[in-house]
Each structure stands twice: as structure tokens, then as C-alpha cells.
């Protein structure tokens, strides 16, 4: 399998067939595979689940459009990784520095909810980015799909790596695996993380990157 980004994919049956559908219904959303975005050389990686049907689904650019994308843009920009506080279109001229934002799954899944199958056939996409970014250091996992799936991309074993906010685990390399609960619009709404928490995710990552 090419795992080489492929803006055309269509492993995945009931995604592709999905996008045609919204694709019918929103002619003017990108709804194709999302890639990653921001700095190629960047030592800190962003893994989130799926683009969002009217964010990154529409625009083409991660968490960009949506709610899930207010707090990360915001908390990027406060710690100096992003040349704006907002990311509302891919062409809005939005620079990150020393961070990259990718998904674990590139094309929008019904209900934001993939399959186990579709995850799987996503991760050699996530395997080739990680490979392709040795200067990475810090990989911030958005969720447990996101934590899985990089474990899963790095040839290790789930039951050795457990999700917890905030947990901490050493790759090799020097690399560290830093989780977070996903800045979704309902884990911000129901405050199961907040702004505080999430600022103190983005520092601990800084701090990790740079020892």
C-alpha cells in the first residue's frame, strides 16, 4: 500500500461514498482527504480524530471552521505557534511555527464517528508522517482514537501506553507521547477541559520539546 499522502484516496468504501453525498449536497466544501498543515520541520505534531463536517471538512485545513478549532488555534497563538488567533479558511494566510496539526483520519466519517477498519487503513498515511518528520519531539495526542492511532503507526502496543489527560510516555528516540482530552465542542461546553487545562497541555509540550 503507498502510504504517501493521496488527496484522491478512496480505500475506504463508506467514507468515499459518504463525501459524495456531502459533496452533492454542499458543492462548495472541500470534502476530499484532509492533509496536514503547518510546519514541516516542526518539533511539535498534532494528531486529532477526523475533520469535522462544516470545519476541516469544509475548508479544507484542520480544526479550521469549527469549534474544535477555537481553543487549539487560540492556544497555539497565545504560546507563540501561530501568527493568528483564529484559522477560519485554508487560504487566510495562517502560519504556524514548529507545529504541525494532522488527523488520524483523513476523510470526514458520518456522525464524526470512523470505523475500526478505517482507522486502520488511514494509519499508513499518520505511519509516513511520522516517519517523514524526524525532527518531531513532541507528538500531543487529541483523544484516545488519536493516541491509538500513533501507537498503532510507531509499531507499539496499546496496552503499554495508557491514554489519561495529561499523561506522559517516553518513545524512542527521544520522542514523547504527551495526551490530551480532544478540544471538542463538547468536551469544552461540559468543561471536561478547559481553556487552563488545555494551556497547561501546550506548555508541558514546549517545555518537553525543548529539554
Known sequence: MNSVFDPNCRRCPRLAAHLDLVRHQ????????????GD????LLIVGLAPGMHGAN????PFTGDHAGILLYGTLFKFGLASAPTSSAAHDGLVLWDARITNSVKCLPPENKPLPLEIKACNAFLRAELAQS????????LGT???ASVLRA???????????HAAEHSLSGGRVLLNSYHCSRYNTQTRRLTAGMFEAIIERALTLRDA
Open 40 to 43: 514541516t520541520d516542526a518539533r
Open 58 to 61: 469544509r475548508t479544507g485545513r
Open 154 to 164: 510507531l509499531d507499539l502496543r496499546a496496552s503499554e501506553f495508557r491514554f489519561a
Open 26 to 37: 454542499q458543492p462548495d466544501y472541500f470534502c476530499g482527504p484532509v492533509p496536514a498543515f
Open 134 to 141: 524526524p525532527k518531531v519531539r513532541v507528538i500531543l495526542a
Open 145 to 147: 482514537i488519536a493516541h
